[in-house]
């Protein structure tokens, strides 16, 4: 038994860094397509966009890392749908949206294309994201609800797929 749950926490942690790993490849590329297309749609201001592109950095990247540690510590899972969480997570980010870490991911890209005032990463980064949220409203949805039910449906009806509410 011990061996199991030492092989377990092993390959959450291996998920978690290839996860990260991942996150930070595709930051590179966001990069590497600003300079590659440097003429095509630069919106360049200057220091607004250093620190515009860097606030939606941060946010993004705080909001990543938040949303991993809790599916880690709490849930007992990670990102990867084979190593999924064990119990469903209501609270940190997720009590203000049920995708916290995909809208981080996505204002960390957006931000890296106001940084570099490159309108490509922009809508790139706008047209990936419209297809991963479709698919993730789609299967999340149907793969929730048959992992924890009923519990899962209140959290949906009080909790937003993508953009928190403003609470009064």
């Not at 590497?32 to 860097?54: D, E, F, K």
């Not at 999924?84 to 870490?101: C, D, E, K, V």
């Amino acid at each position: 038994m011990m061996k199991s749950a030492e092989h377990s926490e092993g390959l959450r942690r291996r998920v978690v860094m290839l996860f990260y790993l991942g996150l930070l490849l595709m930051a590179v590329l966001a990069v590497g397509i600003s300079r590659v297309c440097a003429g095509w749609g630069r919106v360049y201001l200057g220091w607004p966009n250093q620190v515009g592109g860097t606030a939606l950095i941060l946010v993004g990247l705080i909001l990543v890392v938040s949303s991993v540690n809790i599916q880690y510590t709490f849930g007992k899972g990670t990102p990867a749908p084979k190593v999924a969480t064990q119990r469903l997570i209501m609270h940190g980010p997720y009590a203000y949206t049920r995708n916290p870490m995909t809208l981080g991911a996505l204002l960390m890209y957006l931000g890296i294309g106001v940084w570099t005032g490159s309108g490509v990463v922009v809508i790139l980064t706008v047209l990936v994201f419209s297809g991963l949220l479709t698919f993730i409203r789609i299967h999340e949805t149907q793969e929730l609800t048959e992992r924890f039910g009923d519990e899962y449906l209140e959290y949906r009806k009080r909790t937003p797929f993508l953009l928190p509410r403003y609470r009064r």
